[in-house]
């Protein structure tokens, strides 16, 4: 971590990603770009989304260290591209993995990482967002035919999760890396013990 990072007090905007890796990742890169050129960030699956904390870096460090302990990594298979009405995000719908994703979503927006969330928090991959008023129906379009195009897989591994601190509107720098535990699945005991 960089010092000059952990030594900073104010209060910042944070989120907690898992970046899409291999061929999938660069796929939907590239469809990011084209649906909002000039669009720079990579393809991710968001476990807390964006919220301002005023905690120490370390802090905040630790306490994901303690709650990431002993996490099973996992598997998330996409499902189809949508919409959300409100904000008019294009997005991919999860369709395996989503159970994973929402407790650890529960195990970490506590304590200092908590976060009153403007939206009902709900597992996907963002493909495009803040666009123009009248693009939303259309670069939907576009979205639905390129993933329909894919003969790529739809499955990727969870492995690590990487904490980011937003540093404008389209770039965030990386505060942490957080390994989760081998594991081809989560532990179906987590799930029943919520």
């Known amino acids: ?9 104010a209060a910042s905007q944070y989120a907690l990603v898992s970046y899409i890796p291999d061929a999938l990742g660069a796929f939907l890169n590239r469809l990011r770009a084209e649906l909002v050129p000039g669009c720079r960030l990579l393809s991710h699956l968001t476990l807390l989304p964006p919220r301002m904390l005023s905690s120490l870096l370390p802090q905040l460090v630790e306490q994901l260290n303690e709650r990431l302990a002993g996490s099973p990594s996992f598997q998330v298979e996409l499902a189809d591209v949508e919409m959300f009405p ?4 294009v997005y991919l719908a999860i369709r395996d993995g989503r159970d994973c994703v929402e407790a650890l979503h529960r195990e ?3 304590a200092l990482l908590s976060s009153n969330e403007p ?3 709900q597992p996907h991959i963002t493909l495009a967002q803040q666009m123009p008023p009248g ?3 259309e670069a939907l379009e576009l979205a639905r035919r390129r993933w329909r195009e894919w003969r790529g897989e739809r499955i990727f591994a969870v492995e690590h999760l990487t904490f980011v601190r937003n540093v404008d509107c389209e770039a965030w720098e990386t505060i942490s890396e957080h ?3 081998p594991a081809a699945a989560c532990s179906s005991a987590v799930r029943r013990s919520e």
């Open 1 to 9: 971590m960089d010092e000059s990072l952990a030594s900073s007090g």
């Open 86 to 89: 409100v904000t008019a995000v």
């Open 108 to 110: 970490l927006n506590s």
């Open 119 to 121: 939206f009902q928090f």
């Open 135 to 137: 693009q939303a129906a």
């Open 179 to 181: 390994p989760l535990q």
